[in-house]
């Protein structure tokens, strides 16, 4: 499948979130709703459902599938103990009650055979070094008839407009890092092949094109953008990789700064998401 570079699963090595943790991004993950994120997955959903959200950050996708199946219990796992702990925050100031988080090795999930009747991934499969070892293991908790809704970007179809030399190496250098950590920027096409090699029917994919084309979608997608530019895990493998340095990224951030304020801004990436079912 993808080809990590320099990541060694067999090692111990822990798995690498390439856009990290800001405070900015997490804001972003924040404002993620079930709505604008799985709307080809919650057409298969029903109440009394129990749900797995794979990579389930700091839960807002989460949260919004627990009202979809109760009183079936949602269960969001994660790496990452900060973003549990927002997450579980976020379900008690909003009195949900049949959602559950926990930290969890996707590659050695904590649950029996035929725990859930559906299970969900969203732009997690692409940060890991084995998505097909990942999705086999989720296919083991899925009850007979139980389906999964996978979605990634695919860095691959990503325009913008107005560009610079810049701008174009900054998307080469964070796509180089992204490899580095072991994921593949480019997942998204190889969904039906992977739900195919895990053991999945019926595979149906489709996609979606995330468009920014108004003066304060550009805003935002700057933002979103310098967050992950910004962030300093990202800075230090950058430059410890020799693609760039400090001035290289500040100026890379100095562009997307002027970018989200120009009267022509336009940004479009391509989401593809998938459907499979146990047999």
Known sequence: MNSPENFDRNSGEKEKYTHDYSDDFVRFLLSRTAETEAAFFLPHLRSNMNLLDCGCGPGAITIDFSKIVAPGIVTGIDIEESQLKIAQKQANNAGINNVAFRSADIYELP?????????????????????????????????????????????????FAPTSSIMEEGVKIFEKVWKHNGGDPHFGRLHRQSLREAGFVK?????????????????????????????????????????????????????????????????????????????
């Open 111 to 159: 649950f029996n055979i035929d725990s859930f009747d559906a299970a969900f991934a969203h732009t997690t499969l692409q940060h890991l070094s084995d998505p097909v070892k990942a999705l086999r293991e989720i296919y083991r908790v899925l009850k007979l008839g139980a389906l999964i809704g996978v979605r990634d970007d695919d860095v691959g179809s990503l325009i």
């Open 203 to 279: 595979i149906e994919s489709f996609a979606t094109c995330l468009c920014c084309g108004t003066p304060e979608a550009a805003k935002e997608q700057s933002k979103f953008i310098i967050a992950m530019a910004s962030a300093p895990n990202f800075r230090k493998q950058a430059i410890a990789m020799n693609l760039c340095d400090k001035q290289m990224l500040d100026d890379l951030i100095n562009e997307w700064s002027k970018w989200g304020k120009h009267p022509d801004a336009f940004f479009a990436v391509t989401f593809c998401e998938t459907v499979g079912w146990v047999k």
